[in-house]
């Protein structure tokens, strides 16, 4: 029976735990203690009350003896348990659990897909992994400003099913602390892109400070990205609140939907930074994407040739799997989603400089774009997102990946703190959209320090186009 236990390394529990800033007294739960890391590490705090859950009988009658004079132990189902509101702290390392493998642990354990959206898992993806109901319902569990410690992997920024999660997590707090992991913070086998969130529970919107642990065996050293230091701003909202954000469209297979050689049931669509000059689609070089969004849709001939014929190459190859699987179970297995193109796009791989581009035709993107689509004016919010305010924190949260490359992930975009539209005054939205179409048109980047200027007197922080030029330098210094 798969419980999605991974257990966490002593060092790891105690680091996490250090995270936690709660006055003597507090009343701190882990609800999925396993071999009981995290209650040994709030023990030698000696300052807290502690409770914890597990629903595996061994590991529950494996800590009772050792930790039963600290902590309060119950062997119960979290996720069925009464804990909403009661708890000053939660920390703990979810179980992974596929949503493909929920349903399995029905019995003996009374889990699976649908009693948990009937315990308020409802706003979650139907693909969901276990450790994001833990998640939401360890925020559920805390007292209003109370703080979560929360270990997984960072898959989630990712995939679709993520969204709702990350939706879901921004309704109920804010997140102070994002700790990239590198190394293992596992016993056993590890997993890949692991990452460490402190989420305050109802919290105001904040900068996140961003930090990294590498762990070599059982130490553990902690740094900070270049020009982390925390940076308060006013009259902000989180990008979240203005526009949706999402991952241009990945094909499963390149060569099938890109550039087919047929005439008909194709768009354009934008692959490659590289193919945008400036702030603007405008003149953007194109591909052309097999794009077949309704079943009822009439194929030619041509294309009806052209699907039968990579089929029978899919399937005689096994591979993709993915593509493969949908061959043998859909009549209409060329489908894509039929989603709306973004008002600005944003490629998240970031060499020397970076673009949130007015995406002016319309186009589709492929996936090393992001897709933000907002009921603001775009010219607006072109002008909230291109400024040196946002393109400081892209340079504080962002993951180096040598030569001076920063990659920016989907959560790093939708928590990039922008000025509410509805602290700007009318004159200066009329200068601030201007600006941006200027900066579309021309592409001259001496409009940024301009549109920076305007923004300024909302920020409340000066100085930051010296902060983000240094932050920049450092990065690239070494590489240009």
Not at 310 to 336: E, F, G, H
Not at 372 to 392: E, G, Q
Request: charged content about 20%; overall charge positive; proline content about 5%.
């Amino acid at each position: 029976m798969n419980l999605g236990q991974v257990y966490t390394k002593p060092s790891v529990a105690h680091y996490m735990v250090d995270l936690l800033t709660l006055p003597s007294g507090a009343r701190v739960l882990d609800p999925c203690f396993g071999h009981g890391a995290f209650l040994d590490a709030l023990a030698a705090k000696g300052i807290y009350t502690i409770d914890g859950i597990e629903i595996d009988a061994g590991s529950y009658a494996a800590c009772l003896g050792r930790l039963s004079s600290v902590c309060h132990l119950y062997n119960a189902d979290f996720l069925a348990s009464d804990t909403d509101g009661k708890y000053d702290g939660v920390v703990m390392n979810p179980p992974y659990v596929r949503h493909e493998e929920i349903d399995l642990l029905a019995n003996p354990y009374g889990i699976s897909k649908e009693t948990l959206r009937n315990r308020g898992g409802t706003e979650l993806d139907a693909k969901a992994n276990l450790y994001m109901y833990f998640t939401i319902r360890a925020l559920r569990a805390l007292k209003d400003g109370g703080q979560l410690v929360v270990i997984f992997p960072n898959s989630w920024e990712r995939s679709r099913a993520g969204e709702p999660f990350r939706k879901a997590m921004s309704a109920m707090g804010c997140i102070e602390e994002h700790v990239t992991v590198c190394g293992n913070p596992f016993e056993g086998e590890p997993l890949v892109d692991v990452e460490i969130l402190k989420i305050r529970c109802g919290g105001h919107p904040t900068a996140t400070n961003h930090k990294v642990i590498t762990i070599d065996g059982d130490s553990l050293t902690e740094s900070r990205r270049d020009g982390t230091a925390t940076v308060e701003f006013a009259n902000c909202v989180r990008l979240s609140s203005l526009a949706n954000v999402r991952r241009g469209r990945t094909t499963g297979c390149n060569r099938l939907f890109i550039n087919p050689p047929v005439k008909t049931s194709v768009c354009d669509m934008l692959s490659s930074p590289k193919n945008v000059d400036g702030f603007s689609t405008s003149t953007a070089r194109t591909d052309r994407y097999l794009m077949i969004t309704n079943p009822d849709e009439p194929l030619t001939s041509e294309v009806e040739t052209y699907l039968r014929q990579w089929a029978a190459r899919i399937v005689k190859d096994k591979r993709p799997k993915s593509i493969c699987n949908r061959i043998n179970s859909s009549a209409t297995w060329y489908l894509t989603p039929k989603t709306a193109a973004g008002d600005i796009i944003f490629p998240y791989i970031i060499r020397r400089s970076i673009r949130f581009i007015w995406n002016d035709r319309r186009l589709p993107t492929r996936d090393n774009f992001y897709s933000i689509r907002s009921s603001h004016p775009t010219a607006l919010l072109m002008a909230l997102l291109n400024n040196h305010y946002v393109w400081f924190q892209l340079e504080q949260c962002g993951k180096t990946y040598g030569n001076g490359v920063l990659k920016v992930q989907k959560y790093d975009v939708d928590n990039l703190m922008v000025v509410s539209p509805e602290r700007i005054s009318a004159t200066d939205k009329s200068t601030l959209t201007e600006l941006a179409g200027r900066l579309a048109s021309t592409a001259a980047t001496s409009l940024i320090s301009r549109i920076t200027d305007v923004l300024s007197k909302y920020y409340a922080i000066d100085g930051i186009k010296t902060m983000f030029e240094n932050a920049r330098n450092k990065r690239i210094g070494s590489h240009s």
